[in-house]
């Protein structure tokens, strides 16, 4: 089992940053492929970033790519994902999730194994 733990969530202007961490603790060992995803009211779970078994860096291109970067510390076992330059429509609650296989579709949720409980994120105009 993979216990996954978000922090770094709030309300912040129009504008400004935040950095979201993800720890991880328990068989982390197993772990390949770390996910964000975001929901916000009465809208399905959307891709965010991920960070690939293969080291790759990927991001939702039409909504958050060039300003959020997602990055790893393997010593602290933990994820982080650097938002910039935030909108109003990035307002949501933020997930991370795990995958312990070899996914190739790194944006679909059905492949993470494990997820977080999610840490809210209030963007103000």
């Known amino acids: 089992q993979v216990q996954l733990v978000e922090s770094g969530g709030g309300l912040v202007q129009a504008g400004g940053s935040l950095r979201l961490s993800c720890a991880a603790s328990?068989?982390?060992?197993?772990?390949?492929?770390m996910g964000w995803f975001r929901q916000a009211p009465g809208k399905e779970r959307e891709f965010v970033a991920a960070?690939?078994?293969?080291?790759?860096?990927?991001y939702d291109a039409d909504s958050v790519e060039g300003r959020f970067t997602i990055s790893r510390d393997n010593a602290k076992k933990t994820t982080y994902l650097q938002m910039n330059s935030l909108k109003p429509e990035d307002t949501a609650v933020y997930y991370c999730?795990?995958?312990?296989?070899?996914?190739?579709?790194?944006?679909?949720?059905?492949?993470?194994?494990?997820w977080g409980q999610g840490t809210q994120v209030t963007v103000s105009s």
């Open positions: 999730a795990a995958d312990v296989g070899y996914s190739s579709d790194f944006r679909a949720p059905n492949v993470y194994d494990y």
């Open positions: 328990g068989r982390t060992v197993g772990v390949r492929s």
């Open positions: 960070l690939t078994w293969s080291g790759d860096r990927l």
